[in-house]
């Protein structure tokens, strides 16, 4: 297992912005697919961004020129820039690892949640309007 450990989560007004972390205990983040994913009450887990190894994003239609997804230089953090954030954007997020390159032949659109073998337990966006 890969522990991932989200931060950063917290209530704002619509406009607001947030930046979420994952702390990732060895230097995964520059060998894997790293990924962000939301889940809301009643509704099924979605992908929102994804960094490949070398760096390339995708993100999800609903938050291209919003969201923006890095890593830092020493690849033991995953980070998630949320900017104009929306009342739909309220959710669990969850960051992701994907050690097994399924999500390769995804690019470049969201990967299935399935390639993510390895999960954080979540950290909470709520957006008021």
């Known amino acids: 297992q890969v522990p991932l450990v989200e931060s950063g989560g917290g209530s704002v007004q619509t406009g607001g912005s947030l930046r979420l972390s994952c702390a990732v205990s060895k230097p995964f983040v520059g060998r894997y697919t790293m990924g962000w994913f939301r889940q809301s009450p009643g509704k099924e887990r979605e992908g929102v961004a994804v960094?490949?190894?070398?760096?390339?994003?995708s993100y999800a239609d609903s938050v291209k020129d919003r969201f923006i997804i890095s890593k830092d230089n020493a690849k033991t953090s995953l980070f998630l820039e949320m900017n104009d954030l929306k009342p739909e954007d309220t959710a669990m997020y969850y960051c992701?690892?994907?050690?097994?390159?399924?999500?390769?032949?995804?690019?470049?659109?969201?990967?299935?949640?399935?390639?993510?073998?390895?999960w954080g337990h979540g950290t909470q966006v709520n957006v008021s309007s």
């Open positions: 960094i490949g190894s070398g760096g390339t994003a």
């Open positions: 992701a690892a994907d050690t097994t390159s399924c999500s390769v032949r995804f690019y470049p659109f969201i990967p299935e949640s399935k390639c993510f073998g390895h």
